[in-house]
């Protein structure tokens, strides 16, 4: 009855009807989620493209203090190699309440360029070795591959480290 | 033939002690004594709960996959105390570098917990080494087996880090339950996301 209603006012007020329209398209827009979140089976893609491209994946959390402090290690690489065939995405292991506004805070204070994502897998058991068998779980942890070359890095980069460690892996 | 295999085994387990990879299943696991959070030393192989073995878990107060899994540290030494397999929890962080892992800090949260365990700190930060945990937590099972704590499962707790409700896989929980039941854990080896332990000599 009451739907009925509603309907029957759509046509009687059109103007009120667009109004309704732009106001839940917008509600829509907003809550989308500004970070993309990813289980491990559609993140796996990420972990083995063949190209000229160098990809720098690190695994980080907001919360994970080594990782925090190797940040601006991949903003200058970011900013330093924007002409180089190299991609970098920092692969958040973050979880818990507010998860994108706490992100979105975090890469707006540490001014982040690069591509950031949500992996929301809890059963690690299950893919860390599809990661690298090395790896034990620990974060920080960053893979650096392109279709040459492959190798992952369970440590905390300086920038000189990183520089040196990537330029190992540019293709020109 | 046999005798260069035997030979070769050796090397390896010399080397894998040299490069300090720590523990792995079958091994046995050696002494350690550390201070708890009341003040008394606890040493494994004087342990009388250990009746039977011990679930010795590398855990710290700030890590929040650690936090995430307080309770259920609880739980797991509720359930397997009484029936010889104790939790010793261990803090392998170094204070200086975290200042809420301090003893003190430990002595805090064991009280708001009433962490029904020992929580012990690896000052010195061998005891972590020798075991070769990477990361919190890190969970060594061990069984006691003439008189020997050997190494029977190394791992995470269960599959799901953030929602207790959500597990499907109770890896530790399986493994003391093999045990009890005479049998061996399986999987004994499992991984999981982990904070580092804080070690000014950690790589970087």
Same mark, same amino acid.
């Given at each position: 009855?009451?739907?009925?209603?509603?309907?029957?006012?759509?046509?009687?007020?059109?103007?009120?009807?667009?109004?309704?329209?732009?106001?839940?398209?917008? $509600?829509? $827009?907003? *809550?989308?989620?500004?970070?993309?979140?990813?289980?491990?089976?559609?993140?796996?893609?990420?972990?083995?493209?063949?190209?000229?491209?160098?990809?720098?994946?690190n695994?980080?959390?907001?919360?994970?203090?080594?990782?925090?402090?190797?940040?601006?290690?991949?903003?200058?690489?970011?900013?330093?190699?924007?002409?180089?065939?190299?991609?970098?995405?920092?692969?958040?292991?973050?979880f818990?309440?507010?998860?994108? $506004?706490?992100i979105?805070?975090?890469?707006?204070?540490?001014?982040?360029?690069?591509?950031?994502?949500?992996?929301?897998?809890?059963?690690?058991n *299950?893919?860390?070795?599809?990661?690298? *068998?090395?790896? *034990?779980?620990?974060?920080?942890?960053?893979?650096?591959?392109?279709?040459?070359?492959?190798?992952?890095?369970?440590?905390?980069?300086?920038?000189?480290?990183?520089?040196s460690?990537?330029?190992?892996?540019?293709?020109? | 033939?046999?005798?260069?295999v035997?030979?070769?085994?050796?090397?390896?387990?010399?080397?894998?002690?040299?490069?300090?990879?720590?523990?792995?299943?079958?091994?046995k696991?050696?002494?350690?004594?550390?201070?708890?959070?009341?003040?008394?030393?606890?040493?494994?192989?004087?342990?009388?709960?250990?009746?039977?073995?011990?679930?010795?878990?590398?855990?710290?107060?700030h890590?929040p996959?650690?936090?995430?899994?307080?309770?259920?540290?609880?739980?797991?030494?509720?359930?397997?105390?009484?029936?010889?397999?104790?939790?010793?929890?261990i803090?392998?962080?170094?204070?200086?570098l975290?200042?809420?892992?301090?003893?003190?800090k430990?002595?805090?949260?064991?009280?708001?917990?009433?962490?029904?365990?020992?929580?012990?700190?690896?000052?010195?930060?061998?005891?972590?080494?020798?075991? +070769?945990?990477?990361?919190?937590?890190?969970?060594?099972?061990?069984?006691?087996?003439?008189?020997?704590?050997?190494?029977?499962?190394? +791992?995470?707790?269960?599959?799901?880090?953030?929602?207790?409700?959500?597990?499907?896989?109770?890896?530790?929980?399986?493994a003391?339950?093999?045990?009890?039941?005479?049998?061996?854990?399986?999987?004994d080896?499992?991984?999981?996301?982990?904070?580092?332990?804080?070690?000014?000599?950690?790589?970087?």
């Open positions: 009855m009451y739907l009925k209603k509603n309907i029957k006012n759509m046509f009687l007020q059109p103007k009120r009807f667009i109004l309704s329209f732009i106001f839940i398209a917008f $509600s829509v $827009s907003l *809550s989308a989620q500004k970070y993309p979140v990813y289980n491990f089976e559609t993140f796996t893609p990420m972990l083995g493209k063949q190209s000229d491209t160098t990809y720098v994946i695994f980080w959390a907001t919360w994970c203090r080594p990782c925090v402090k190797e940040m601006p290690a991949f903003n200058n690489l970011q900013q330093e190699y924007k002409d180089n065939k190299i991609k970098i995405i920092l692969v958040s292991l973050d818990g309440n507010d998860l994108q $506004s706490k979105e805070r975090f890469a707006q204070i540490h001014k982040i360029k690069s591509t950031i994502i949500i992996l929301d897998d809890p059963d690690s *299950s893919w860390i070795d599809k990661v690298d *068998s090395n790896w *034990s779980g620990a974060i920080p942890a960053t893979l650096i591959y392109n279709k040459n070359k492959r190798k992952f890095y369970e440590q905390s980069f300086t920038y000189e480290d990183l520089k460690t990537v330029n190992q892996f540019i293709i020109k | 033939m046999k005798k260069i035997f030979i070769n085994l050796f090397i390896l387990a010399l080397f894998s002690q040299a490069l300090g990879q720590g523990y792995v299943v079958g091994d696991a050696e002494n350690f004594k550390l201070k708890n959070v009341d003040g008394e030393y606890i040493s494994l192989y004087n342990y009388t709960p250990a009746e039977k073995g011990a679930i010795v878990i590398f855990t710290c107060n890590c996959y650690a936090i995430a899994y307080e309770d259920r540290i609880i739980e797991t030494d509720q359930k397997f105390r009484s029936k010889g397999y104790p939790v010793i929890a803090n392998p962080n170094d204070p200086e975290v200042p809420e892992d301090s003893f003190e430990m002595q805090v949260r064991a009280r708001e917990k009433s962490f029904p365990y020992p929580y012990l700190l690896d000052k010195t930060q061998e005891v972590y080494k020798m075991y +070769g945990a990477k990361r919190t937590p890190h969970v060594y099972l061990l069984n006691k087996e003439n008189g020997d704590f050997m190494v029977s499962y190394i +791992g995470t707790i269960d599959d799901n880090y953030k929602d207790a409700s959500a597990v499907e896989k109770q890896y530790l929980d399986d003391v339950t093999a045990l009890l039941n005479g049998d061996k854990p399986n999987p080896f499992t991984k999981a996301i982990g904070c580092t332990i804080k070690d000014k000599n950690y790589k970087k």
